[in-house]
C-alpha cells in the first residue's frame, strides 16, 4: 500500500448501510468513494500539504458552525439537546467541506 489516505474510502460503506437499513442520510457517506483513487497516488509533499489544509479548513468550519447552531438552536428553543444538534449539523457540513475540498483540489492537481 503506497499512500494509507485511500483508506479514507472505506467510510463510503457507510452508504451500503444507507441502502440497507433504507436511510437517507447515510447515502452522502458514497461521496468518500473518490478516497479510494489515493492508494494509486504516491503521496508527495505537496499532497500531504494538500489534505491537511483541507482538514484543517473542514475542522475550523465544524467548531464555528456547532458554537453558531447550538447557540442559535437554544436561543429559539429548536431542539431539546441543542449542542447535540449542533454538533451533527457542524459535522455533517464539515464533512462535506473536507471531501468537496479534497475533490477540487485533486482536479485542480490533475490539470
Sequence with gaps: MKNKYGCIGFVS???????Y????????????VIFFSY?????????VDTLKKCATIAFFSDITITV???FAFS?????SNPLAGGAT???GISIAIFVLMSFFFDLK???
Excluded at 39 to 47: A, K
Design 13 to 19: 460503506l457507510l452508504g451500503l448501510w444507507g441502502l
Design 21 to 32: 437499513a433504507n436511510e437517507p442520510l447515510f447515502l452522502s457517506f458514497f461521496s468518500f
Design 39 to 47: 492508494f494509486w497516488v504516491t503521496p508527495d509533499e505537496m499532497f
Design 68 to 70: 453558531i447552531a447550538a
Design 75 to 79: 436561543y429559539f428553543k429548536l431542539s
Design 89 to 91: 449539523l457542524g459535522f
Design 109 to 111: 492537481e490533475r490539470s
